[in-house]
């Protein structure tokens, strides 16, 4: 008797599982495809690295106030750059994308997921950058002043890891332009972060947004980020400040159209907008340098120019630097990484 | 004593009814059919997947995926701190088991409901909270932030209801004729609990401490910010996991999912014939 009914009880339960699992299933499906025929809900699907939030955030609103952008709305999604591009590549309902580094949008091109021309207008599809700075405890407690002070004795250094985070390979390129002097003399380079990331990196956070909050809990003696990152966080009355070291490098954020999206017009209008003088100046006002050079002008007090600023054209472009340096197999960086934390 | 005398043949007959269930009233074809076409869904399925995963690069390759040095780091912390805190929880749980069963104070009902809490804090919350009274800006000045204590208790949170859950009912049924039988012929409180509570209870403190031991292997969200995950120092292995998937490294995140799987099985195999084995010695 008494097994009888658990029985029925049981089969109540999966019976009733599985219509509330069919239910919820066609309710998402009709859900999915009205937004998608529906003019009036017009939703962009941002998918980005890891800190450009505090942009976007102004950049949005300021968008959505245009007449293009009226009624536009937008989903956003922040995180490693490696691993946000990988989730478009894998099939991430995405409009628009804005990495860290070119290699993930060249993912994308790939994949057939982005146009080739996505790099084709005036500033090579690169709206905003930033240059490698470096994050210290407030009154700079160990005096670091440049690259080399980072190998002293002891010092922890805090930066993400290179195979999922765009902010890491920049980080790594900065020390490696000075030191290999543009990449003319690559095992200069080389040592270097050999001793860098051999006896001075200790975690590995996933994107520099983690990074960042690794330091901040403590960990490390320095921080190697974007200056919009430093900025960011020293406005947030974090305990911190930067130096820009003399020599360093340029960092250039590119953002591209994914071709699948339904919604075409809207996301070109998005894209075109971020180059327009007054999304320039919210970029810079968020951090961010401009590349625009009417409103940079504005702003050299805000992003003094450094000494020496390589960029990743003067080390052959991202083509052959991804290949050499961070290429999983063969690239030695990502050797000397592997060797060091595997 | 009317308790006692109503207790004993009511016991009897639910023993009666148990064995009479195991050899007759089954249910059925379609009750075992819907039983393993349900096991095979939701748990078999998804580990022949990993499995598969795991062995994408060929059985040298999961070997090598689990033997890079972080990889095992990770995996030997995981497993030497998860038993330190199944060992924990066996004997903190039992007090706080006993305590429930056999004490009476005021709010009882209040603790009782609480044991069961940390089930229904999301993990991730856990952590923060974690981080925010033991990490760098710790309000009574205790900063554990990255270390190994910090995982310990992150895990103890976690896993604390397991072994009081599976105790607290066989405390509520062990005979008490006998503890008065063992007292009134001069044993201690010690030995009472020794010889005549501590056997009743070994196979409910097994089973708990192994879904402890289990649940603590996995155990994702309530480490990973108060760990803070350094490489071969407080990287357990879900984190190593995770970190292998966002650096793109599937095979490697499967590989060491697949040790975890062995390790859990392996343990929870073991303490489930060593139960049934004190169970059998029990009634022998």
Known sequence: MKSKSTVLALLAALVALVVVGCGGGSSDEAGGSDSGNDDASTKLSLVAYAVPKVGFDKIIPAFQATPEGRGVGFSQSYGASGDQSRKVEAGLETDVVNFSVEPDVTRLVDAGLVDTDWNANEHRGIPFGSVVTIVVRRGNPLGIRDWDDLLRDGVEVVTPNPFSSGSAKWNLLAPYADKSNGGRDPQAGLDYLQRLIGEHIRVQPRSGREATETFLQGTGDVLLSYENEAYFIEEQGEEVEHINPAVTFKIENPVAVVNRTKFPRETQAFVDYLYTPEAQRLWAEAGFRPVDTTVAADFTDKFPEPETLWTIEDLGGWGSVNDELFDEENGSVAQIYDEATS | ?284
């Open chain 2, 1 to 284: 004593m009317s308790t006692v005398v109503q207790a004993r043949p009511e016991s009897g007959a639910r023993r009666r009814g148990r064995r009479a269930r195991s050899y007759g009233g089954g249910v059925g074809p379609l009750g075992i059919g819907v039983a393993t076409l349900w096991l095979s869904i939701i748990v078999l399925l998804p580990l022949a997947a990993v499995l598969a995963k795991s062995l994408e690069d060929g059985p040298a390759g999961l070997w090598d995926a689990i033997t890079a040095p972080s990889a095992r780091a990770a995996l030997i912390l995981t497993v030497a701190i998860s038993a330190v805190v199944a060992l924990i929880n066996v004997v903190v749980g039992t007090l706080i088991a006993w305590v429930l069963v056999r004490d009476e104070f005021p709010g009882k009902g209040f603790v009782n409901a609480l044991i069961d809490l940390p089930f229904a804090l999301p993990t991730i919350v856990a952590s923060i909270v974690l981080l925010s009274l033991y990490g760098p800006n710790s309000p009574v000045d205790i900063d554990l932030y990255a270390t190994r204590p910090a995982l310990v208790i992150a895990l103890l949170f976690v896993t604390l209801p397991f072994v009081v859950r599976s105790v607290q009912p066989v405390l509520i049924e062990v005979d008490r004729e006998a503890e008065q039988a063992a007292a009134s012929l001069g044993a201690g409180n010690w030995t009472i609990f020794r010889r005549i509570v501590l056997p009743a209870l070994v196979p409910a403190l097994l089973g708990g401490a192994g879904l402890a031991f289990a649940r603590a292997i996995g155990e994702f969200g309530s480490v990973v910010l108060i760990g803070g995950g350094i490489p071969r120092e407080t990287e357990v292995a879900s984190q190593y996991i995770a970190k292998q998937i966002e650096i793109d490294r599937p095979e490697s995140a499967a590989a060491v999912s697949v040790a975890l799987l062995i390790i859990a099985f392996v343990v929870l195999f073991a303490l489930r014939l060593a139960a049934s084995r004190t169970q059998r010695h029990e009634r022998g």
